[in-house]
Structures are given as C-alpha cells and as structure tokens.
T-cell receptor, first 115, second 113 residues
Framework: DAGVTQSPTHLIKTRGQQVTLRCSPK?????VSWYQQALGQGPQFIFQ???????QRGNFPDRFSGHQFPNYSSELNVNALLLGDSALYLC??????????????FGPGTRLTVT | AQKITQTQPGMFVQEKEAVTLDCTYD???????LFWYKQPSSGEMIFLIY??????QNATEGRYSLNFQKARKSANLVISASQLGDSAMYFC??????????FGPGTRLSVLP
C-alpha cells in the first residue's frame, strides 16, 4: 500500500517564476491538504481539497492555488515566486471516518528554493 | 481560533530513559483531535499517535503514549525507553473534524548515548 507521494523532491526556481508541485494521496484517502514549512518552524496550512474543490484555506495569498483531480491527486501552484516562498512544501492526505475518527499522513515533501 | 503551544524548544534525554514532550492547546470546539508527528532531518512528517477529545483513555502506540488532560488542555507525548533514532523534531497538532489542522512550533529531541 503506497503512502503519500510527492514530486519533485527538490526544485530551484528564480524570483517571478511559477512552480507546480504534485501529490498523490494514500490509498483510500479522499482529502488532500498542503502545508508550507519554513526552516525551523512548524508547518503552516495553505489549503485543503475535497471532492475536487477547495474546502478550506489558510492565510496565504492568491498566488497560491491548487487543484484536485478525480483520482484525488492534487497540484499546488505558486505564481510570481518570492524569495520568501523558499520552504519545504508538504502534502498530506486524510480521510474522515467518523466524528472523531480521522487520520492524516504526510508525504516526503518538496523542497523549493527560490533564488 | 485554535492554537498549539510547545514550550520546550529543545530537550535532551539519555538513551533508554523516558522523556515527556509538552503540548498545550486552545480551542472552543468540543470535538477535536490531537496528533503528534516526528520529523527527522530527512524532512518527512511521521505520524506517531492520535487522541480524540471524547476518548476516555489515553492513546498508546508502542513506546509512545499521550498523556491527555482535557481540563488542563494538555496533550503531552511520553516516549519510553528512548533510542538514538528518536532524535528528531516533534510536532503537536490539532484538528477539528479533519479540518483546521494547526501545528505547534515543535520540540527538538536529542537522545544521548
């Protein structure tokens, strides 16, 4: 049973460019969330996708957008890259099985460096 | 708004000893879940343990146990018999019905031989 996978592993971009990160959820999971983790900090929630729609969004500008496909995989797009966008981007897949029964598993992350 | 506080930026423990990592949380929701994750230097977030707010018993997973004190809004992680491979960052997180995941700033645990 494959876990959460992300691609690419590492990425180097220049300021002003656009980037697309990809995520495939764990088998059986229907929800995908994206997080940004700056060096030395905890992950910050970007947004969550469920049934191909953005269900929830954190405090991130519109330069950050996403998509979920019918097979539950997801993409994170960042436009007009800034130096401050350099971080580890984590994808997590989850499923809600009851009012208090849910799990969330993370992928290995994509390390984005903006120069 | 939900908030997670981890007051220990770094902790040291001797190999084979137990260690407690502190986590306090703040929420007005009656139903929520509490999570602990381990993040080695490789960067991957590894799920360790989960506690639901209505669970009567403290969660346990192998050498990990969660000391859940609802009235004090604390969810401390206890690692028994520490191993060198336990050296990593540890994050406490909470969620409301699978949404609104909020993470704490983390605690760096170093296990000494």
């Amino acid at each position: 049973d494959a876990g959460v996978t992300q691609s690419p592993t590492h990425l180097i971009k220049t300021r002003g460019q656009q980037v697309t990160l990809r995520c495939s959820p764990k088998s059986g999971h229907d929800t995908v969330s994206w997080y940004q983790q700056a060096l030395g900090q905890g992950p910050q929630f970007i947004f969550q996708y469920y049934e191909e729609e953005e269900r929830q969004r954190g405090n991130f500008p519109d330069r950050f957008s996403g998509h979920q496909f019918p097979n539950y995989s997801s993409e994170l797009n960042v436009n007009a890259l800034l130096l401050g966008d350099s971080a580890l981007y984590l994808c997590a897949s989850s499923i809600v099985q009851g009012p208090q029964t849910y799990e969330q598993y993370f992928g290995p992350g994509t390390r984005l460096t903006v120069t | 708004a939900q908030k997670i506080t981890q007051t220990q930026p770094g902790m040291f423990v001797q190999e084979k000893e137990a260690v407690t990592l502190d986590c306090t949380y703040d929420t007005s929701d009656p139903s929520y879940g509490l999570f602990w994750y381990k993040q080695p230097s490789s960067g991957e977030m590894i799920f360790l343990i989960y506690q639901g707010s209505y669970d009567q018993q403290n969660a346990t997973e192998g050498r990990y146990s969660l000391n859940f004190q609802k009235a004090r809004k604390s969810a401390n992680l206890v690692i028994s018999a520490s191993q060198l491979g336990d050296s990593a960052m540890y994050f406490c997180a909470m969620s409301n019905y699978g949404q609104n995941f909020v993470f704490g700033p983390g605690t760096r645990l170093s296990v000494l031989p």
